[in-house]
């Protein structure tokens, strides 16, 4: 580390403890306790790691929200955000602290509820007037899981060798009950129980990628290449669905810190893909189920 970096990890772990003191504890470890873990909550919402609208991915067990532009733009409103300095930097920073041996893994969930969601009754929503736009974001979802799902296989990746470790994609229970109901799902094996019960009602999409402590600038361009290239996740990211319809609206982008070797191995690099079935549910759900109930590692908790 640099000593401005050592500087901006010192600022954002004394401010993620609320701590007043000047002196930085390099070496930090051990303390925090869950009275610490409460502080790195409210210091990074306060710092615009904000909770989420209600009915969003939950935040507690040391989740937290990203602002839109993703983890590859620059921070704001956080200690050592120059206007450059990128939340993947800000990232790495916590991982010196928090997991400084072995490699960290951010582990993200993109909620794409589809307009009006939010202000609908669970299991009300009516996808049949919107139904092209819900074949549209079946189609986009299936092609962007199988992209970064390639980029976690050792003998597929191209640009994201290492720092992809894996992907996620469930459509929800009731946009699942939907297109089963109009012989639309693009699997006709998820037309079944467990594909109707899942945790989430419309579509939602998971993401870990991989701290190892030396990689920081291959990550930033890594997640850049990734969220601008054609081949990448551009296309949905700026298609109509996303942009002009409301898809995502009240939706959120909500990750948490884990040591990569604490996250079960099915949700560690490729899941053959796509299909998406497996008979006892969809992965996705499985692994959200598993990132709810698990707490995340957080500045001050050590
Ligand atoms: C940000 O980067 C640009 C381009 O490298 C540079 O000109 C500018 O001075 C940097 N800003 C800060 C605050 O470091
Ligand atoms: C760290 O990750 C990068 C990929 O982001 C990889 O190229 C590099 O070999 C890794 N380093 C170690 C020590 O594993
Ligand atoms: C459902 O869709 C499939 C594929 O498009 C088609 O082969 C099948 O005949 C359809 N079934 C019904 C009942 O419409």
Request: with cysteine; net charge negative.
């Amino acid at each position: 580390m640099t000593s401005s970096h050592r500087l901006m990890a010192c600022l954002a772990l004394v401010l993620a403890l609320a701590v007043t003191t000047t002196a930085c504890p390099l070496g930090f470890g051990g303390s925090g306790g869950t009275g610490g873990v409460a502080a790195a909550r409210r210091a990074l919402r306060e710092a615009g790691w904000k909770e989420t609208a209600a009915g969003e991915v939950p935040t507690d067990l040391g989740g937290f929200f990203i602002p839109s532009g993703g983890i590859s733009a620059p921070c704001q409103n956080f200690p050592g955000c120059d206007g450059n300095t990128t939340w993947v930097e800000i990232i790495a920073q916590i991982k010196e602290q928090v997991s400084p041996d072995d490699d960290l893994c951010y582990w993200s969930w993109q909620t794409l509820p589809p307009p009006g969601a939010t202000i609908t009754a669970p299991g009300q929503y009516n996808y049949a007037p919107i139904h092209d736009q819900a074949i549209a974001v079946q189609e986009m979802g299936y092609t962007a899981y199988d992209r970064l799902n390639k980029e976690a296989d050792p003998d597929t990746c191209t640009y994201g060798c290492g720092a992809a470790v894996w992907a996620g994609l469930a459509f929800g229970s009731e946009m699942t009950r939907y297109l089963c109901s109009v012989n639309a799902s693009a699997e006709a094996g998820v037309c079944s129980e467990p594909y109707y019960n899942q945790v989430w009602r419309s579509p939602v999409a998971g993401a870990i990628w991989r701290f190892n402590g030396t990689n920081t600038q291959n990550l930033i361009e890594v997640v850049k290449e990734w969220r601008r290239s054609e081949q990448g996740h551009a296309p949905m990211i700026n298609s109509p669905q996303i942009q002009q319809q409301g898809w995502g609206d009240g939706g959120s982008l909500t990750a948490k810190l884990f040591k990569c070797d604490d996250i079960p191995e099915l949700y560690r690099g490729q899941f053959p893909a796509p299909p998406l079935f497996r008979p006892d549910g969809p992965l996705a759900d499985a692994g959200m189920k598993f990132w709810l109930g698990t707490q995340g590692l957080l500045p001050g908790q050590a």
